[in-house]
């Protein structure tokens, strides 16, 4: 998939499935679940092993004598949907890519980021590739 993503405003809305939801009440929805799932996790953890948070193994990781600090955990998440954005396009079909970022030094900062690429963008960009796949194929000029 590729970087062609639209980051989506805040009242712009999703359609998932037969849920219609504002950008806005994306963010949130994510936020509260990632909260809740990881003050569950670090609370098993802790009752087995008192004093470590779950995030702390994330960290850094050891490569043979050398420990690389781990800045950001990123997660993607891709599902087709249709956006009603607030430009007045019309709703439009496409693939909605969330990406939620987590600081493992800060659990309690986490990014959330609500992005989208209409269908006919990706048919667009295919075309396009097959046309420069031809013109590099066959270069104009060339010597036979």
């Known amino acids: 998939?590729?970087?062609?993503?639209?980051?989506?405003?805040?009242?712009?809305?999703?359609?998932?499935?037969?849920d219609t939801f504002k950008v806005s009440q994306i963010e949130?929805?994510?936020?509260?679940?990632?909260?809740?799932?990881?003050?569950?996790?670090?609370?098993?953890?802790?009752?087995?092993?008192?004093?470590?948070?779950?995030l702390e193994f994330f960290n850094s990781i050891p490569i043979g004598k050398t420990n690389i600090d781990l800045a950001e955990i990123k997660h993607e998440y891709i599902q087709n949907?249709?956006?009603?954005?607030?430009?007045?396009?019309?709703w439009e079909k496409?693939?909605?890519k969330i990406?939620?970022?987590?600081?493992?030094?800060?659990?309690?900062?986490?990014?959330?980021?609500?992005?989208?690429?209409p269908?006919?963008?990706m048919e667009c960009e295919a075309f396009l590739d097959e046309i420069f796949q031809i013109v590099y194929d066959n270069p104009i000029g060339e010597c036979k």
């Open 119 to 121: 269908d006919e963008h």
């Open 28 to 54: 949130q929805l994510i936020q509260k679940n990632i909260k809740e799932k990881l003050q569950r996790h670090i609370y098993e953890y802790n009752s087995f092993h008192p004093g470590a948070s779950m």
């Open 99 to 117: 990406e939620i970022i987590i600081l493992p030094t800060n659990n309690s900062d986490k990014q959330v980021y609500v992005k989208f690429i």
């Open 94 to 96: 496409g693939k909605l």
């Open 81 to 90: 949907c249709q956006v009603l954005r607030i430009n007045g396009r019309g």
């Open 1 to 18: 998939m590729n970087d062609n993503f639209i980051l989506l405003e805040s009242d712009d809305v999703v359609l998932l499935g037969e």
